[in-house]
């Protein structure tokens, strides 16, 4: 897929519109987003991703769009346990909802950066060195055992080595400043919770990276989809925290989910040079095992809630 250059300008152009757009125009105030307002807003992203999808599939034709799918479907399934991390950093530093969304908002243009950053140097190593797919594949592997036999990540802002770098040269206040990141007090600049916050978001997004960039290289190595794939499930992901971050309990199989998808996609680099499993198949295996997933969980849940009330109405009947 040979991809002009016109392209990238005209992607990057419309990604500075709708963050512009959000910081000051839609969002420029501090509100607490509304659970009516986050489904709205993830169905626009999802509906706005998929139609980017058909735009490739007139455009480039069918395998493209199908690796566009398949990498939007594994960096969003990957966000979806992004956003339990950023529950709990937010709870620890003590951030009021109306305040959330902004940093969210900075945050998620501080990962397109980075992301940006990673894929370019992803593909360069692909591209210079070969061994660079066993070494992606053994990274996905790795990171498949450790979420299969640990779970969720464990949160702990205090061992942030950027963070504690930070505060070495700039004081933390105690206090809230609106939405400011930074204020100036009778001895000088000092950073606010907020800004603590968004250095333990974006340095927690480079731990995400490494994991995410291997998988969706497992995928496409085109870097236009790449970096398009992971643009809009980061766009997507600020909505669809607000949506379902007070639901983490629901979705318990989540993390065995991952895990089989990073250890999928990872078998499919390190047999690669063997076997070269079509981008349909690939996106088949993903579909099956995120439905699965949220069925089971769905099910579990639901389960657990029929037999809660059950012993609930045993206890006062």
């Known amino acids: 897929m040979d991809v ?15 963050l512009t757009l959000d910081l000051f125009v839609v969002h420029r105030h501090a509100t607490e987003i509304s659970l009516q307002e986050a489904a709205w807003w993830s169905a626009l992203w999802v509906v706005l ?21 398949a990498g939007y479907l594994i960096e969003k399934s990957l966000s979806v346990d992004n956003i339990f991390v950023f529950a709990l950093i937010f709870a620890h530093f003590g951030i009021p909802d109306q305040y959330q969304h902004r940093v969210l908002m900075w945050g998620i243009i501080g990962a397109l950066a980075m992301r940006a950053v990673f894929i370019g140097v992803g593909a360069s190593l692909l591209d210079a060195f070969h061994v660079t797919i066993y070494v992606f594949g ?26 504690r770098a930070m505060r ?14 930074l204020v100036r007090t009778a001895a000088g600049w000092a950073a606010t919770p907020l800004l603590a916050t968004l250095v333990v978001i974006e340095t927690t997004d480079v731990v ?54 990073l250890a999928g996609v990872g078998v499919k680099l390190l047999i690669s040079d063997f076997y070269k499993v079509p981008v349909w198949a690939s996106l088949t295996f993903i579909v099956t095992v995120l ?19 059950g012993q609930g109405r045993g206890r006062h009947g």
């Open 4 to 18: 002009p250059f016109v392209a990238w300008v005209i992607f990057i152009a419309f990604l500075v519109a709708v």
């Open 49 to 69: 991703a998929l139609a980017f999808g058909a735009i490739l599939l007139w455009w480039q034709g069918m395998v493209a769009a199908e690796e566009y799918l």
């Open 138 to 163: 053994a990274i996905l592997l790795l990171t498949a055992w450790k979420v299969l036999r640990h779970g969720g990540a464990q949160v702990r802002p205090e061992r942030n080595i950027v963070l």
């Open 168 to 181: 070495r040269v700039l004081p933390v206040t105690d206090e809230l400043h609106g939405q400011r990141l």
């Open 208 to 261: 995400f990276a490494v994991d995410s960039i291997p998988a969706i290289f497992a995928v496409t190595e085109n870097t236009f989809i790449v970096f398009t794939a992971n643009a809009f499930s980061l766009l997507g992901m600020r909505a669809a925290y607000f949506l379902i971050s007070g639901a983490a309990r629901r979705f318990r199989y989540l993390q065995t989910g991952l895990g089989v998808i």
């Open 291 to 309: 439905a699965v997933t949220f069925a089971v969980s769905w099910r579990a849940t639901r389960t657990t809630t029929v037999t809660g009330a």
